[in-house]
């Protein structure tokens, strides 16, 4: 692996339980350092599940005990009940409850200015989608409308999935509902703008959750009928907004340290998929192994040659 420079930043994508992924890779890296997350990233960014992580590094977690975290809470956060068995039915699958118990009692009663005001400070960009006035909000400790926010209603505004929770103080969803369940050009405009981070002195470490495996074939969308086009154009959708924030921090921070890791998962795996935990541990360890070899991926490069300018 290759040093990082002096500024190290982390981005983290949604993907609910499949954080496990995240979480068991942070640990393989921490034990290939000797040094826990939150000594290493002095900013961290996190839509929906990746909101989790970014906060337990703020808030001084150890990869390997929120890989923990996860593998003990994914049952009781996902339990299934009448509500999920009834779903559409019902107006949500799980309540919202045990997820804030369990970040009550891992995170506290912290606020997110704490995170600024505390010494060594370090700057967490917390994304999330606001019904009220129809815009993505980023929800930053040094930021003063934020400051007073308690952490964990950051962290259950950004990773309240529509369908599967219900919605927070009757405006916030989850983060990915806009363009960035892939917060990487987040955190490359907080460090240089917001931070005033040299790029040359910049490494940002983008990490996915799991890339879905191809699922139809050529000729099968000609046979849909109307309910059958919401999953395609979701995941078209999830994508391509995926790929578009890896090519604009390609593109406009082109001097930055940007490595980009992702696995290919092998059959798809549902955000509330308790059952494929150790399956995700070992999509951990893949991850984990990735960092640690510099197998960056570039994302996808047909948008980079859609963009192309025609006098080339």
């Known amino acids: 692996m290759k040093p990082f420079r002096k500024n ?11 954080g496990v992924v995240v979480t068991r890779a942070l640990a393989v890296l921490e034990e290939h350092l000797g040094k826990m997350s939150g000594e290493v990233f002095t900013l961290v960014a996190g839509t929906s599940t990746g909101s989790i992580i970014s906060a337990g590094i703020a808030a001084g977690l150890s990869g390997a ?6 593998l003990e809470l994914g049952e009781t956060v996902f339990r299934r009940s009448w509500r999920s068995r009834l779903w559409p039915l019902t107006r949500y699958r799980y309540p919202i409850g045990p997820l804030r118990a369990a970040l009550m009692r891992y995170i506290g009663n912290l606020y997110m200015g704490t995170f600024w005001w505390k010494s060594p400070s ?10 009220v006035t129809n815009r993505t909000r980023f929800i930053k400790p040094w930021k003063e409308e934020y400051a007073t926010w308690p952490v964990v209603q950051a962290v259950l505004a950004s990773s309240c999935v529509p369908t599967y929770f219900p919605v927070v103080l009757g405006r916030y969803v989850d983060g990915g509902v806009g363009a960035y369940s892939n917060p990487c050009y987040i955190a490359a405009y907080e460090a240089q703008f ?18 879905e495996p191809h699922q139809f074939g050529p000729g099968d969308a000609a046979r849909f009928f109307a309910w059958q086009w919401l999953g395609p154009v979701l995941g078209a ?3 391509s907004a995926d790929d578009q924030q890896i090519h604009l921090v390609q593109t406009f921070f082109d001097q930055l340290d940007f490595r980009r890791f992702q696995v290919d998962l092998v059959r798809p795996i549902g955000m ?20 640690l070899n510099d197998e960056t991926e570039g994302g996808d490069f047909s948008v980079a040659r859609e963009l192309r300018p025609v006098h080339e």
């Not at 509330?272 to 960092?291: C, F, N, P």
């Open 237 to 239: 959708f999830l994508q």
């Open 65 to 70: 005990g929120m890989h923990r975290l996860y």
């Open 194 to 211: 917001c931070l005033g981070w040299n790029p040359d002195e910049t490494t940002l470490i983008s990490l996915g959750t799991g890339r």
């Open 122 to 131: 370090i700057d967490v960009v917390i994304t999330t989608f606001d019904l």
């Open 272 to 291: 509330d998929d308790v059952g494929a935990m150790s399956e995700l541990t070992q999509y951990g360890e893949e991850l984990g192994r990735k960092i």
């Open 8 to 18: 190290v930043a982390l981005a983290v994508d949604g993907g609910g339980i499949r």
